[in-house]
């Protein structure tokens, strides 16, 4: 994988434990916002609105950054943009790093340990925040870096960049003097290929694991709505591993979903997957209550309608709804049923009991309430087992092993054999990441490496 290499240094002093700029640099005229330029064509980054003083080499992009005291936070614009970038994606990120002094040889050993206790103690404790129009976006250690951005094309983001001082840091540093520097990355990725195989992606429909995890009060709401992020979680963990990886992104084409969000992964695989999509304004709401419609159209995209009818409207309701075909093939396929009205309801937000339902079917899992096990997780809010949802709750929140059966008509149904130890999805979905992310690395591009400014 090509690097290109620039570095863009802001020389630091500590004093009391703060930071002020060894380099006196001075803005262009008119105050303008300083600001950083990724030029996808050069593939390296341009620096405006900063000069430098005669003799300095390194831009101060954070000039507000200076004597600062423990328990002082300060926060200075800047300007990130994109330019020349014709396709894929570009995120871009703020870190920094100690600069260890050109002139080594003349350090003295206790200077040298004091300089190393600066870098693990105060830039470890201090705090970068990047925030857009009053909005928090991402906070970080100093040393870690920050999230600045997701372009999907040219443009520009005036953020607001806050530096943390931490109260518990101290005057132990008072009398420390280093250099850091202010590393900007560009990770490109390319759009997601279009799969050379049509088939659609498969579900793991022979182990019945456990999807549905509850609620820290205890419960697991049945009747609380379900949102998009949560539901298109549900079926990316379901995925068979061959799929999961065929089908595998970490980029999407949504203005909300962002790299650093924990259904980001999921949103992009799936979106790669053509399973789910977002909204004519390019955003997905993955925090948006999902509806009836919407979640039925995402489960009838891993079937296709070719052996069904779906030439008639069954629902009232749906005639002339975007979803109509998808709404009347899940119907076909045995995934939904109506209202006692004989409607649908499609723009309702679909309830969590409905939409596990749904998964079960499309899982082609078929539980009894009679036919479970004594000691599975038991919900107090899904004792009743008169109630419609029960057996569906129960097989989406307790991992088992079964044996088909079929009654007289013959419909089938799960006789339950033993329970198997819940899923840890967290730890999963961090090895799926892992994996699939080393396998699909994007084009990293960095500012660190050279200098810039330089006569």
């Known amino acids: 994988m090509k690097r290109i290499r620039l570095r863009t240094l802001t020389a630091v002093a500590l004093a009391l434990v ?15 916002v300083p600001t950083v330029t990724f030029d996808f064509n050069q593939k390296k980054f341009l620096f405006e609105n900063v000069l430098r003083q005669e003799g300095n080499i390194y831009p101060d992009l954070f000039t507000d950054f200076k004597d600062m005291m423990p328990g002082d936070s300060r926060s200075q614009t800047v300007r990130v943009k994109v330019e020349n970038l014709k396709d894929g994606y570009i995120y871009l990120y ?96 390319a759009d997601p290929d279009d799969p050379d195989d049509p088939d659609r992606p498969g579900l793991d429909k022979g182990g019945h694991y456990a999807y549905i995890i509850g609620y820290p009060d205890g419960l697991v709401h049945p009747e609380y709505h379900i949102t998009r992020a949560e539901s298109t979680t549900i079926f990316f963990r379901m995925l068979l591993e061959e799929s999961r990886q ?38 997905f709401r993955p925090n948006g209550d999902i509806t009836r419609a919407e979640f039925a159209a995402m489960a009838v995209r891993f079937f296709t309608g070719e052996d069904v009818d779906v030439t008639d409207n069954v629902f009232p309701d749906v005639q002339d709804h975007w979803a109509d075909y998808e709404i009347n093939l899940a119907y076909a396929h045995n995934l939904i049923q109506g209202y ?43 004792m009743d087992e008169t109630m419609w949802y029960y057996a569906d709750v129960q097989e989406a929140t307790n991992s088992h092993n079964y044996n088909m059966h079929r009654d007289e ?21 961090r090895e799926w990441s892992e994996y699939n992310s080393s396998r699909n690395p994007g084009e990293v591009v960095s500012s660190k490496g050279a200098a810039i400014f330089k006569n």
């Open 18 to 32: 703060i930071l002020g700029s060894l380099c006196t640099v001075f803005f262009m005229a008119g105050g303008n």
């Open 94 to 189: 703020l870190r920094t790093e100690p600069v260890w002094p050109d002139n080594p040889e003349e350090i003295t050993a206790a200077e040298a340990e004091g300089w190393q206790q600066m870098t693990d103690e105060a830039l470890s404790r201090m705090k970068l925040v990047v925030s857009r129009d009053g909005e928090e976006l991402t906070k970080a250690a100093l040393d870690e870096g920050v999230y600045l951005g997701k372009f999907l094309e040219d443009g520009a983001l005036d953020l607001d960049v806050a530096l943390e001082v931490p109260i518990e840091v101290g005057n132990e540093l008072q009398s420390l003097r280093g250099e850091i520097g202010w590393i900007f990355t560009a990770e490109y990725y």
């Open 340 to 382: 006692p009205d004989g409607t649908f309801k499609p723009d309702q937000e679909i309830t969590r009991a409905e939409a596990m339902t749904i998964v079960n079917r499309v899982l082609e899992r078929y539980p009894h309430k009679d036919h479970l096990l004594e000691d599975m997780i038991r919900w107090p809010d899904n």
């Open 409 to 429: 008509k013959p419909l089938p149904h799960e006789h339950w054999t033993a329970l198997l130890p819940v899923r840890d999805w967290a730890a999963l979905e």
């Open 246 to 283: 065929y089908y595998w992104s970490q980029v999407n084409p949504y203005a909300d979903v962002f790299p650093y969000d924990w259904y980001n992964n999921a949103i992009s695989t799936m979106t790669n997957a053509d399973i789910v999509e977002g909204y004519p304004d390019g955003s």
